[in-house]
């Protein structure tokens, strides 16, 4: 009896699965909330230097409501190119003659200015307060937004690495239990930060368990569903990743206050950290933990709750020593990091999906964390990023299914980094074309991930499955890390993030040619099923030029008599 046997005689998608599965996507929910809430608690409003080079004589911080202040504005600081209040600079003293309105608008670079030498003033008529507006990260400290969102995306890379470690050390449900109190008690204490590097800590530490939380969701639900179902259980973790981001959007709506909206995505965990004593632990880990009499009273419990007691009560731990061989063995071989590039086609299928899992996360995010920039409701565009996922993930799926997951994934990447090189030649002023490019991007994109994820497992063998699995998600992290980073290069070229995150996917996407199909194909085991595989392939592709040839050869008489 094999362990999908095993698992369908306790009910393999049953009332327990259901429950199980339906409880595991709860945390994914607001994983979306925390890997871009930086667009919203670190939005940057409207602002300019704090006026007060006219004794009493202040304004209120909706500058632009009453008439005086438009006046103080105007004596007070310069316009830029599009006749809008400088944002880092100030008159050393006050120009009355712009008051006269025959006199002639001067550029503030033509009079005496210094920088913002008394803090700054912030439109809050959208955003109340910000971590932009709490530290002043604007004018000279404006790079520290991004370091910020770089931080955390290093502590999710920390979190992959950490935390996958032990999940196979420790089990899934003990580390999912942990993740989920130290998401609970690190998001809530972002929000009392009282400084930005005890803030950046804290996002640190908050992405780490976004990591934990991430695996250890996936492999419960995987290791408790028939094989015939983990796409589509794959498809429910996706989609409500998708979810989460309208939640984000109507929260960030709510409540404006960047400190009560960090609580508000941090708080939920802690119910989840409270009913995940519930879940089961994986009978499959148990197993090569050596803990059999553990797996058989999981499967017991499994077995009771899809009313299939009395077949639970029948087996025994010397059926599950039978069922779980090969995984008991597997778990005893030894395999390193060194084997993803041993041999020639393991080593092609890392190098490519390197690429793909970089590139893949570098452009999302770099999209994602870049809502401010269209000029539109931030709030509206949130929505429709998260809108876009639904379809283009469904179409994803049709494509794996039925054309294959080398087309899918290449086509993709080389879509989404065109629709972003697109957006180089688009006027700023026409937003709404600019708007669908990136949206359409982003689906496109959201779409790769998909397919990567089901990709990556059936190009690595059984054996170093898990170590691919780490090796390339460690990329994608270190593409979210970049990803920010990123945006400080528009100080030197407008357009030169746009060029990075466009040339990125396209590489990526002609890379994804040089990969095998594997729809259909069964799943390798060890590193010589890849290597056989790839000959038998070679011994395939001769054989129809072989078979080319000789139907060429047949046609000579004929164009001989023709």
Not at 227 to 247: D, N, P
Not at 320 to 343: F, G, I
Request: proline fraction near 4%.
């Amino acid at each position: 009896m094999t362990f999908a046997e095993l698992l369908e005689q306790v009910g393999s998608m049953g009332r327990f699965q259901s429950i199980h599965v339906t409880l595991l996507v709860l945390p994914i929910l607001l994983m979306a909330s925390h890997n871009i809430l930086q667009n919203f608690t670190a939005a940057t409003p409207g602002h300019h230097c704090h006026i007060a080079i006219v004794a009493n004589y202040t304004c209120d911080d909706n500058f632009t409501d009453l008439l005086y202040c438009q006046e103080l504005l105007k004596i007070s600081i310069p316009v830029d190119g599009n006749q809008q209040p400088e944002k880092c600079l100030r008159f050393i003293s006050a120009q009355w003659q712009l008051l006269d309105p025959n006199a002639t608008t001067t550029n503030g670079t033509e009079m005496d200015t210094e920088p913002c030498m008394d803090g700054w003033i912030y439109d809050k008529s959208v955003f109340t307060s910000t971590i932009i507006t709490e530290w002043d990260l604007v004018c000279g400290s404006r790079t520290l937004k991004q370091m910020a969102q770089s931080i955390y995306m290093a502590g999710v890379l920390v979190g992959a690495i950490v935390f996958g470690n032990l999940s196979d050390k420790f089990g899934r449900k003990s580390l999912l239990i942990w993740s989920c109190l130290q998401m609970a008690i690190t998001g809530s204490c972002a929000a009392f930060s009282s400084n930005f590097a005890m803030y950046c800590v804290f996002r640190f530490l908050t992405g780490m368990a976004l990591s934990g939380i991430n695996l250890n969701c996936v492999s419960l639900s995987v290791e408790w569903a028939p094989t015939k179902l983990r796409a589509a259980i794959g498809m429910v973790t996706g989609y409500s990743y998708s979810i989460g981001q309208f939640i984000l959007a109507g929260l960030a709506y709510v409540i404006p206050d960047w400190r009560w909206l960090q609580l508000a995505v941090s708080v939920p965990y802690f119910i989840f950290f409270f009913y995940g004593w519930w879940f089961t632990e994986s009978a499959r880990w148990l197993a090569t933990a050596g803990k059999l009499n553990q797996a058989l009273k999981e499967l017991q419990k499994v077995a009771q709750i899809n009313g299939r007691k009395e077949e639970g009560d029948k087996l025994s731990v010397e059926d599950l020593r039978a069922s779980l061989q090969k995984e008991m063995s597997a778990a005893k071989s030894t395999h390193t990091a060194a084997d993803l590039v041993r041999t020639p086609s393991v080593r092609r299928v890392s190098w490519c999906l390197c690429f793909i899992w970089f590139s893949t996360s570098f452009a999302y995010y770099g999209l994602a964390m870049d809502l401010q920039n269209f000029g539109v409701s931030i709030y509206l565009i949130q929505v429709v990023y998260g809108a876009v996922d639904i379809p283009a993930k469904l179409i994803g799926f049709f494509m794996i299914s039925f054309i294959g997951r080398r087309v899918t994934q290449a086509s993709a990447l080389i879509l989404a980094g065109l629709a972003i090189l697109a957006n180089i030649f688009v006027p700023q002023d026409l937003q709404t074309l600019r708007t669908l490019l990136a949206v359409f991007g982003k689906g496109c994109l959201a779409a790769s991930f998909n397919c990567a994820f089901l990709y990556t497992g059936e190009l690595y063998p059984t054996v170093i499955r898990q170590t691919g699995m780490g090796f390339v998600n460690t990329l994608a992290r270190v593409g979210g890390i970049v990803a920010p980073l990123v945006q400080m290069t528009s100080e030197y070229l407008p357009s030169l993030p746009l060029i990075i995150y466009g040339a990125a996917p396209v590489v990526s996407g002609i890379a994804t040619c040089f990969l095998p199909e594997t729809r259909n194909m069964p799943l390798p085991d060890t590193i010589e099923d890849i290597e056989r595989q790839r000959r038998s392939r070679v011994i395939t592709d001769v054989g129809r030029e072989d078979k080319v040839l000789l139907k060429a050869s047949r046609l000579e008489p004929l164009k001989e008599i023709i």
